[in-house]
């Protein structure tokens, strides 16, 4: 049972007796490592619609919180810019004129209850239809 005090036996490697410097100071506001505690409303697959703004969409990824770039947050104008700590989902989305994918915050989002069908041509890559408005991920595809 001595193997259970010292299960690494001779093979462990002391520490180091230096000390660790660091190049950057540590940003006590920031959370290293940290697992985000924002709980997504939506779910991939499901079709929703912009609270704003006249287009629909799948979601097909989901961010726990803001991950897109600082000019593409900047670019919104500050009355309706959405806050950073909430979920934001990547859409295949539409309108009456053109397909697009859409970098959308959890606020600005509803669910969309309507039974009219998705026509974004990159749909049918990534889910397969399973009954009026529900679409599931095709077996292999990673997102």
Do not use: C
Not at 28 to 33: A, P
Not at 82 to 96: C, M, S, T, V, W
Not at 113 to 125: F, G, N, W
């Amino acid at each position: 049972m001595g193997w259970l005090k010292n299960p690494f036996g001779n093979r462990a490697k002391a520490l180091p007796k230096r000390l660790l410097l660091l190049d950057h100071p540590i940003d006590e506001h920031r959370r290293y490592n940290a697992i985000s505690k924002h709980v997504a409303k939506f779910q991939i697959g499901q079709v929703v619609r912009h609270r704003m703004f006249p287009f629909r969409g799948v979601i097909f990824d989901v961010d726990p919180q803001f991950a897109n770039t600082s000019d593409w947050y900047e670019s919104i104008p500050e009355e309706v810019r959405p806050r950073k700590d909430q979920p934001f989902y990547h859409l295949f989305a539409e309108n009456d004129r053109t397909h697009y994918v859409a970098y959308v915050s959890e606020q600005n989002l509803l669910p969309d209850d309507s039974v009219a069908p998705l026509t974004h041509p990159d749909i049918l890559d990534w889910f397969v239809l399973t009954g009026p408005g529900t679409y599931e991920l095709k077996k292999g595809v990673a997102n």
